[in-house]
């Protein structure tokens, strides 16, 4: 089940973007509705699809290579409003009559935008402004119809738009936080172009949802793998809202979820939202799995095998179930390359969510986050009551703490770092919310993203109580960032990491060392394994 499009809603064409999925999140913490489309759709489908407005998207290509992504160029003859960035400008010119070339001096960084003239478009902003550009090519002649409506030292064809037939594009990028006015152009684009109005909110987007959710499933069961993340934790409410009993959650407990999860997990579903909910105890059957295992791969294999193993033994006791409930949210599809969303992505994630069914057993998917980013899910989770500490919860490996073991994962180690990771949860949770206390957002600019102990498979010397030791180190990693996909080592205050280091070596039996990872990703990872 694809989530149902509104009456009102904005089509992305992506031409390979770095910022594509941006566009999408820019346009809709405007409160209207977006979608990423390939760029090479036709128009007679792309119609069909009802857009009321296009934007198109940048992208790395030259609109003059051989192998340049391209667009039907009778989309600009369907009568909708398009708006065109850096790339999109590009193609937008070179399809309806303009040139584009190579410049002798590109433009990357900020750059001080001059308006020239009246612009519907930059209308609301001021006459000189600072914008975020990327580019080497840039338009050279306009098309027939055109006037250039923005310029900068670089580029004399900055911006430009053609108002009668409603099109406009900027060789800036207004999605990024650097273009200082970016979501003001958005905004005028959006509301005063083309008439659309912020209606898309979580309180209609849930009400939508628990329609879609009835009408499929009607008085049929739904089966649901809750494992107390994020999303798997915003659909067992979702579906519980719209079909209370009949929807059944089965967590399955697997021993090496964080201190306190299982507990949240009970407290939450079954005590609070009164979701029939099976919690299995698999905690010896995966330890007996995992004796001996030391390659992160193998572990990773045996956790994620065994897991659909216990589900479905689960699931084949329970009579009358049609549809299982799954947490798929609209990255894990872009990054797929998945057909249903249109994304021109590589193939990045083709292994995320398949579900193997064992013979004879098949389950139709119910998927009602499949077109919504991370920070959707989390306020569709604030909106149906979830509590923040599940709501905001960090990213955490489907493994649990067996990848942050380095090497063999028995009980001993699974208590210490239980443990020891509970303390740098403790601290650095007090940690961010001095500092949103301090600046009113949840995510500043100093305020850690994913944080969490690593228990490497080493002793060290040390001394304690006059006597010596052999015991663990204890290593201690805390990141910046917003998407996972780069990320730099968090510069906590030294009395910051005094805390946490006093703290394990004394509350953590076997553990007289920590250490802190000081390595940004790229070149190291996040996780360890």
């Known amino acids: 089940m694809a989530t149902k499009r509104p009456e009102q809603f904005v089509a992305v064409l992506d031409f390979g973007a770095q910022y594509g999925q941006l566009i999408a999140r820019r346009v809709r913490d405007l409160h209207v509705y977006s979608e990423i489309v390939p760029c090479d759709v036709p128009a007679e489908e792309l119609a069909a699809m009802g857009p009321s407005a296009i934007i198109l998207s940048g992208g790395p290509a030259s609109v003059y290579a051989d192998d340049a992504p391209d667009v039907d160029p009778a989309i600009f003859d369907l009568g909708i409003p398009v708006l065109g960035f850096c790339y999109g400008l590009q193609i937008m010119a070179a399809r309806l009559g303009g040139t584009v070339g190579h410049t002798e001096k590109g433009e990357y960084g900020p750059a001080t935008l001059i308006r020239d003239g009246d612009s519907q478009l930059l209308a609301s902003t001021p006459a000189a402004q600072t914008v975020w550009m990327s580019h080497r090519d840039a338009v050279k002649t306009v098309p027939e119809g055109f006037v250039v409506t923005a310029h900068t030292d670089v580029c004399p064809v900055a911006a430009m738009e ?9 060789q800036f990028h207004p999605e990024v936080r650097h273009t200082t006015f970016g979501d003001k152009m958005l905004k005028t684009f959006l509301a005063s172009i083309c008439g659309l109005a912020p209606t898309w909110t979580m309180d209609n987007v849930i009400d939508g949802l628990v329609d879609d959710i009835r009408a ?41 979820l964080r201190k306190g999860e299982p507990e949240l997990v009970e407290q939450v579903f079954r005590h609070q939202f009164d979701v029939p909910l099976v919690h299995v105890q698999a905690q010896e059957r995966y330890a007996r799995l995992l004796a001996g295992a030391t390659d992160p791969e193998q572990k990773r294999a045996l956790i994620g095998t065994e897991f659909w193993k216990v589900f479905f033994e689960e699931a084949t006791k329970l009579d009358g179930v049609e549809y299982l409930a799954q947490g798929t949210i609209y990255p894990d599809i872009i990054e797929s390359g998945a057909r249903k969303t249109g994304g021109k992505a590589s193939t990045i994630k083709s292994h995320h969510n398949l579900i193997p069914f064992p013979d004879g057993v098949r389950f139709d998917l119910i998927e009602p986050l499949d077109h919504f980013f991370k920070d959707e899910v989390r306020a569709l989770g604030v909106a149906l009551g979830l509590p923040e500490s599940m709501v905001y919860r960090q990213p955490f490996p489907g493994p649990g703490l067996a990848i942050r073991i380095i090497g063999e994962v028995t009980p001993e180690k699974l208590e210490i770092l239980k443990d020891a990771d509970a303390i740098v949860r403790e601290e650095l949770d007090a ?52 998407d996972a996909m780069t990320a730099d080592w968090a510069k906590l205050p030294y ?3 005094g805390n946490i ?10 553990v007289n060392r920590v250490a802190y990872d000081i390595t940004p990703k790229p070149p190291a990872t996040i996780e360890w394994e």
């Open 495 to 497: 009395e910051v990491l």
């Open 162 to 170: 053609c108002p009668s037939r409603r099109m406009y594009a900027t």
């Open 431 to 482: 940690y961010n919310q001095r500092l949103f206390e301090e600046t009113g957002q949840r995510n500043s600019e100093h305020s850690c993203w994913q944080y969490f102990a690593v228990l490497p498979d080493i002793r060290s010397v040390g001394v304690m109580g006059d006597e010596r030791t052999y015991a663990r180190p204890v290593i201690v990693r805390a990141v910046e960032s917003s």
């Open 216 to 256: 499929r499933v009607g008085k049929s069961r739904v089966i649901l793998a809750l494992s107390g993340g994020v999303d798997s934790s915003v659909v067992a409410a979702l579906v519980h809202r719209a079909v209370g009993d009949q929807l059944t959650c089965v967590f399955v407990n697997h021993g090496m």
């Open 501 to 510: 280091s006093s703290r394990i070596v004394a509350e953590v039996p076997g």
